[in-house]
Each structure stands twice: as structure tokens, then as C-alpha cells.
């Protein structure tokens, strides 16, 4: 039995140049939840190779997620706002004004220690993604092969759950974060 993890293809939105306030910050994230994927945005051959032979495909209600299902040539057979990426914290001040890379470290940073305006706490997220590893263990032992198209933090917060359940993985294809990254679990044995 196999589960592939994936992230989503890259964006068609580009991040701001000039620093922005948390207002816009919040607004510019609420414009990468809908974005789609860039459409100049090709998989890598060996991830095509690696999802090949899945028998089920789940992607999180976000474009971003069911699109690069569809770049990979797949058919999504799940659709779920479970498997979302943890929601980025909010705050609507218009003071201070920072690159949007240093407010997503920021924000995230914030969500560590328990800070989490306006979005999922870090303990409910890893609640979530416990609830995730159960599920993909589940849909894994019917289909034999399945596919989620996630999300970058979703996805490095996967890891532990399915370990604890049984799954071995490959070494990560990609970068922890980067578009189009992947790692493959897999397991034997007499319940697999």
C-alpha cells in the first residue's frame, strides 16, 4: 500500500514588492486561497511517474489543490476542507506596514505560541491533521494507492501521524516547502 503526499503547484499571484500591512497582508492571503495555479506550471516527470498507478485522489476544497490534480492527469475522486492548509492568523492594524514574506513568518510564529487571530490554533491544526493521517491510513487500506494534493505546513505536519500509524516514506522529493514536492509512505505486513 502506498500514500503519496504532494503540494500544490505554484500560484498564479504573485506576492506584493512594497511592504504591506497586516490589513492587506489578510487580504493578499485571502486571494491566494482563491487563486489558481499558474497555468506556465509543469509537474515534474518523476512526480507524474509516482502518482501513475494511484487508484484514489483527494485534494482539499482550495483551486489550488484540485487544479494541480488535474495538471497531474488525475481525476479527483475527494474533495475535502479537511485536508486545507492551516489558516494563516489575521489582523486588520494598518501601522505598520512589512514584506509579505516576513508577515507569513510572523503570523506563523504567532500561531506557535498560541496567538491565532482570526484562524485555527496550532493545537486544533494538529487535532486536524491526526484526523488526516487517520482518513488517508483508511482510504489506503481499500484503495491500495492514494494520492493527496495538500499543502506545504499540512503536509510536513502529516509526517508524525502517519509514521505513528505504520507508514514508512521515501525521502522528500522537492524541498520541505517548495511547489510540486512530494514524499511517498508506503507499508507492508499482514494488514496492508
Given at each position: 500500500?502506498?500514500?503519496?503526499v504532494?503540494?500544490?503547484?505554484?500560484?498564479?499571484?504573485?506576492?506584493?514588492?512594497?511592504?504591506?500591512t497586516?490589513?492587506?497582508?489578510?487580504?493578499?492571503?485571502?486571494?491566494?486561497?482563491?487563486?489558481?495555479?499558474?497555468?506556465?506550471?509543469?509537474?515534474?516527470a518523476?512526480?507524474?511517474?509516482?502518482?501513475?498507478?494511484?487508484?484514489f485522489?483527494?485534494?482539499?476544497?482550495?483551486?489550488?489543490?484540485?487544479?494541480?490534480?488535474?495538471?497531474?492527469?488525475?481525476?479527483?475522486?475527494?474533495?475535502?476542507?479537511?485536508?486545507?492548509?492551516?489558516?494563516?492568523?489575521?489582523f486588520?492594524?494598518?501601522?505598520?506596514?512589512?514584506?509579505?514574506?516576513?508577515?507569513?513568518?510572523?503570523?506563523?510564529?504567532?500561531?506557535?505560541?498560541g496567538?491565532?487571530?482570526?484562524?485555527?490554533?496550532?493545537?486544533?491544526?494538529?487535532?486536524?491533521?491526526?484526523?488526516?493521517?487517520?482518513?488517508?491510513?483508511?482510504?489506503?487500506?481499500?484503495h491500495?494507492?492514494?494520492?493527496?494534493?495538500?499543502?506545504?505546513?499540512?503536509?510536513?505536519?502529516?509526517?508524525?501521524?502517519?509514521?505513528?500509524?505504520?507508514?514508512s516514506?521515501?525521502?522528500l522529493?522537492?524541498?520541505?516547502?517548495?511547489?510540486?514536492?512530494?514524499?511517498?509512505?508506503?507499508?507492508?505486513?499482514?494488514?496492508?
Amino acid at each position: 500500500m502506498n500514500i503519496t503526499v504532494l503540494r500544490h503547484g505554484p500560484v498564479d499571484l504573485q506576492p506584493p514588492t512594497a511592504a504591506i500591512t497586516s490589513k492587506e497582508f489578510g487580504d493578499w492571503v485571502s486571494r491566494y486561497d482563491e487563486a489558481n495555479i499558474d497555468a506556465a506550471s509543469v509537474p515534474p516527470a518523476a512526480l507524474l511517474g509516482a502518482v501513475g498507478q494511484a487508484r484514489f485522489v483527494i485534494c482539499s476544497d482550495l483551486k489550488r489543490s484540485i487544479r494541480s490534480a488535474e495538471l497531474l492527469n488525475r481525476k479527483v475522486d475527494l474533495v475535502n476542507a479537511l485536508y486545507r492548509e492551516c489558516e494563516m492568523p489575521r489582523f486588520t492594524g494598518e501601522r505598520i506596514k512589512l514584506p509579505v514574506n516576513i508577515w507569513m513568518t510572523s503570523m506563523r510564529a504567532a500561531q506557535c505560541v498560541g496567538i491565532h487571530a482570526n484562524a485555527e490554533s496550532l493545537s486544533d491544526f494538529r487535532s486536524r491533521t491526526k484526523q488526516c493521517a487517520s482518513e488517508l491510513n483508511a482510504l489506503a487500506g481499500i484503495h491500495r494507492s492514494v494520492v493527496l494534493c495538500g499543502h506545504g505546513l499540512l503536509n510536513n505536519f502529516l509526517h508524525k501521524p502517519l509514521r505513528k500509524l505504520g507508514w514508512s516514506s521515501t525521502t522528500l522529493h522537492g524541498s520541505a516547502s517548495g511547489h510540486w514536492s512530494y514524499r511517498v509512505y508506503s507499508r507492508s505486513g499482514p494488514d496492508a
